[in-house]
T-cell receptor, first 114, second 114 residues
Framework: AQSVSQHNHHVILSEAASLELGCNYS??????LFWYVQYPGQHLQLLLK??????LVKGIKGFEAEFIKSKFSFNLRKPSVQWSDTAEYFC????????????FGAGTRLAVHP | EAQVTQNPRYLITVTGKKLTVTCSQN?????MSWYRQDPGLGLRQIYY???????DKGDVPEGYKVSRKEKRNFPLILESPSPNQTSLYFC?????????????FGPGTRLTVL
């Protein structure tokens, strides 16, 4: 079965710092990858997704992610974080054996201090 | 506005008392799914439905039931809740686009079973 690993469970940054959240997946075939964000008390929102094509994907709110097939990675980046980016971030992959089934990582809690 | 709604948003109940969490979407999506979110585990799929009267188990279906009598609704039923079902529950929906369509999530239902 596929799995998704997020390396950092908690990240604390100051405003304007750069952000990189790690995500690795286990499946070696064609993958569809997502980053979702969950702001405090809110539902999950899609930040960006990768299905094919340019491995550098740009999402909303200035986020981007790079798909590196050789490293089975899909890391999320933002050059300069804001206090409003405080949230939990989830990497997910479509399960190759389950239609539309998302396999989520454990999540990374990001706290941005002013 | 395109959305997935869940009710109730918060629920405290006691062991063994049957409950239903409703989920409704207004996007005419064929696919609907339930996930539970637990700290350190991310989101795990409970059940999913590919269309009316078509449902199947996800990764953690024990103790849950679902039904899909109408396209827009996908209720989650706990016949005899137990404390280990205390969790945050999310409903999601997606169109059928080769199994890679973006999933839209509801606001979540926080359930506590005493």
């Amino acid at each position: 079965a596929q799995s998704v690993s997020q390396h950092n469970h908690h990240v604390i940054l100051s405003e304007a710092a750069s952000l990189e959240l790690g995500c690795n997946y286990s499946y070696g075939g064609t993958v569809n990858l997502f980053w979702y964000v969950q702001y405090p008390g809110q539902h999950l929102q899609l930040l960006l997704k990768y299905f094919s094509g340019d491995p550098l994907v740009k999402g909303i709110k200035g986020f981007e992610a790079e798909f590196i097939k050789s490293k089975f990675s899909f890391n999320l980046r933002k050059p300069s974080v804001q206090w409003s980016d405080t949230a939990e971030y989830f990497c997910a992959v479509i399960d190759s054996g389950g239609y539309n089934k998302l396999i989520f990582g454990a999540g990374t809690r990001l706290a941005v201090h002013p | 506005e395109a959305q997935v709604t869940q009710n109730p948003r918060y629920l405290i109940t006691v062991t063994g008392k049957k409950l239903t969490v409703t989920c409704s979407q207004n996007m005419n999506h064929e696919y609907m799914s339930w996930y539970r979110q637990d700290p350190g585990l991310g989101l795990r799929q409970i059940y999913y439905s590919m269309n009316v009267e078509v449902t199947d188990k996800g990764d953690v279906p024990e103790g849950y039931k679902v039904s899909r009598k109408e396209k827009r609704n996908f209720p989650l039923i706990l016949e005899s809740p137990s404390p280990n079902q205390t969790s945050l529950y999310f409903c999601a929906s997606a169109g059928l686009a080769g199994g890679t369509d973006t999933q839209y999530f509801g606001p979540g239902t926080r359930l506590t079973v005493l």
